[in-house]
């Protein structure tokens, strides 16, 4: 197998970086957060957050691209994760790439979660040639969907699905499921 040297990418406040040991620290504080994990299954405590950094660290090496950390460029500072990534498990609309984001409460409500997706979406359709992204999260989750919508991905009711990692009846186990396509007129 053929190393592809990860991939930076940058937009005028932001930095989406390979990840560094020194992410770790800011990074389980993001997991552990309430409000930041409202919608996922779980908060992570610092051993499955580190798990979790090395998994997306090495699909990065792997393929020189996934889910960036991001830095903000004015502070140095580490505020979460925006990128690509394989969707990996069946459901009516994969095999599929998903764009997706977390980032710290600190960081919200400043337009960083659509600054760092539309880098990661013009890295997708120029730099890889892919014909179509999507991004999915718990029917709830309006900040990001408010997100997918500001980067002009559609939303078909008749997508939806339930997540085929939680259980039925989970809360969460509804989601919405937005595309993008690369060419949006064809």
């Known amino acids: 197998m053929a190393f ?8 005028p406040r932001l930095l ?16 552990a957060d309430p409000a930041v994990m409202e919608h996922l299954p779980a908060r992570l405590d610092r051993g499955a957050s580190d798990a979790l950094a090395e998994r997306l660290g090495e699909a990065m ?4 691209w996934g889910l960036w950390a991001v830095e903000e460029r004015a502070t140095s500072a580490f505020i979460g994760f925006t990128g690509l990534g394989r969707t990996s498990f069946d459901a009516h609309f994969t ?19 659509t600054e760092a997706a539309a880098a990661a979406v013009s890295f997708a359709f120029d730099a890889l040639a892919l ?16 997100v997918m919508e500001r ?7 008749r997508d939806d699905f339930d997540h085929p990692r ?21």
């Not at 090496?61 to 020189?64: H, I, L, V």
């Not at 980067?151 to 009711?157: A, G, R, S």
């Not at 939680?166 to 064809?186: D, V």
Request: glycine share 6%.
């Open 4 to 11: 592809t040297p990860p991939a930076e990418l940058s937009t």
């Open 16 to 31: 989406l970086r390979p990840w560094q040991c020194s992410d770790l620290e800011a990074f389980a504080r993001l997991n």
């Open 61 to 64: 090496t792997r393929d020189g």
């Open 95 to 113: 095999p599929a790439v998903e764009i997706g984001w977390r980032l710290a409460r600190s960081a919200w409500g400043q337009g960083y979660a």
């Open 131 to 146: 014909e179509e992204l999507v991004s999915f999260t718990a029917a709830g989750n309006h900040r990001s969907r408010a």
């Open 151 to 157: 980067l002009h991905m559609t939303h078909d009711p």
């Open 166 to 186: 939680l259980p039925t009846g989970h809360p969460l186990s509804r989601h919405a499921l937005y595309r993008l396509p690369k060419n949006p007129h064809r």
